[in-house]
């Protein structure tokens, strides 16, 4: 798994993000949901994504925004989620994307940052 996020944006335009998941197990694998850190969505709206999600709920608990898939991984196959964005306010923001793969039970994070100026 990854993600691939530009450094940093100009404030008022539209940039993308991606997160890659890959199946290395030899039976499919389920991605429930991306969920990303509200600290990361403070100065950044997520506009869609590609493929799109079934449905989004922000998860206080986490403090997280919760993007559902619900998409099966054939063995040995890919995924990229492809988070089409807008800057919306100047700052540093920052925080983790959560993949939920099989279960809620347990996650994987990765930090994501995005300087807007």
Same mark, same amino acid.
């Given at each position: ?45 997520? *506009?869609?994504?590609?493929p799109a ?9 986490? /403090? ?5 898939? /619900? *998409? ?7 995924l990229k989620?492809?988070? *089409? ?16 793969? /099989? ?9 994501? *940052?995005?300087?807007?100026?």
């Amino acid at each position: 798994m990854s993600i691939d996020a530009p450094v940093s944006v100009s404030q008022g335009r539209e940039f993308a993000f991606a997160c890659t998941i890959v199946n290395r197990a030899a039976k499919p694998q389920k991605l429930i949901s991306l969920d990303v850190a509200d600290g990361f969505l403070k100065g950044i709206v997520v *506009r869609s994504t590609e493929p799109a999600f079934a449905e989004a709920a922000h998860i206080p608990i986490a /403090n997280t925004m919760g993007y559902f898939f /619900n *998409r099966t991984l054939a063995p040995g196959g890919t995924l990229k989620v492809v988070f *089409r964005c807008y800057a919306v306010k100047a700052g540093d923001w920052s925080g983790a994307v959560d993949f939920y793969i /099989n279960s809620y039970a347990s996650f994987l994070t990765y930090p994501l *940052r995005t300087i807007v100026k």
